[in-house]
C-alpha cells in the first residue's frame, strides 16, 4: 500500500493535533449542553472517532450514508439516503461530521434535509476542504485543513474503497489510478 503513496500531504502528528484543538473549540462552544454528532459514512469514521474522544461535554452518535447519482468522480448534487438516522434530531444540537467538502453538494442536500427535522441548532465540521470547487452555497463552522485541489486519501477516505487506514492524509501516484 506504501508504495502507492506520491507525498504525505499531513502526517499523523498533526492530524492528532488538529483534533485535540477542534475538539477544545468544540467543548468551550457546547459547554454545558449535549451534543448529536452525526457521521457521513464512510468517510467520517475515522476523523469523529478521534474527534468525539477529543470532546469533553456529553456527546451522542449517528451515521448516515448517501450516496450522489451522477458519474463516480463528480456529485450531481441528487443524493439518495442510503442508510438514514436510527432516532430523531428534533431538539437537539446537531453536528454534521463530514471528511471532506469539495464541491459541498451532498453536504447541502443533508444540512437542508436535517434542517427540516427541526433540530435545536445544527452545524458542519470538516476535516479537510477543498474550496477552490466549491458549487453549493453552504457554511462550514469548523475546518480541520483547507488543501488544494488534489485527489488524497487516508485517515478514512478512500479511492475505490481502499486506503482508507493509512494514518496520514496522502496523494497517490498517478499510475495508481490507470491500473
Ligand atoms: P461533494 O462535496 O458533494 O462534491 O462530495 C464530497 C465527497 O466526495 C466526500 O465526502 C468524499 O467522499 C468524496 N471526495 C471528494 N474529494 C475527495 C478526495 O480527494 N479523495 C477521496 N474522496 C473525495
Ligand atoms: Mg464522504
Known amino acids: 500500500m506504501n508504495h502507492d503513496i506520491k507525498e504525505i500531504l499531513i502526517s499523523q502528528e498533526a492530524l492528532a493535533a488538529r483534533v485535540q484543538e477542534l475538539g477544545q473549540e468544540i467543548s468551550e462552544k457546547y ?12 468517510g467520517a469514521n475515522v476523523f469523529m472517532s478521534d474527534l468525539m474522544r477529543a470532546v469533553s461535554v ?5 451515521f448516515i450514508a448517501a450516496s450522489s447519482y451522477g458519474s463516480s ?11 438514514d438516522l436510527d432516532y430523531s434530531i428534533e431538539g437537539k444540537h446537531v453536528m454534521i461530521v463530514e471528511d471532506i467538502i469539495d464541491t459541498g453538494l451532498t453536504l447541502k442536500y443533508l444540512y437542508d434535509n436535517f434542517s427540516a427535522r427541526k433540530p435545536s441548532s445544527l452545524s458542519i465540521i470538516s476535516l479537510l476542504d477543498k474550496p477552490e470547487r466549491r458549487k453549493a452555497d453552504i457554511k462550514v463552522d469548523y ?3 483547507i488543501i488544494p485541489d488534489e485527489f488524497i486519501v487516508g485517515y478514512g477516505i478512500d479511492y475505490a474503497e481502499k486506503y482508507r487506514n493509512l494514518p496520514f ?11
Open 31 to 42: 459547554k454545558g449542553k449535549e451534543l448529536l454528532m452525526i457521521g457521513v459514512l464512510k
Open 143 to 145: 475546518t480541520g485543513f
Open 58 to 62: 456529553p456527546i451522542q452518535i449517528d
Open 73 to 83: 468522480t463528480e456529485s450531481s448534487g441528487v443524493v439518495r439516503i442510503v442508510k
Open 169 to 179: 492524509v496522502a496523494t497517490l501516484k498517478p499510475e495508481v489510478y490507470s491500473k
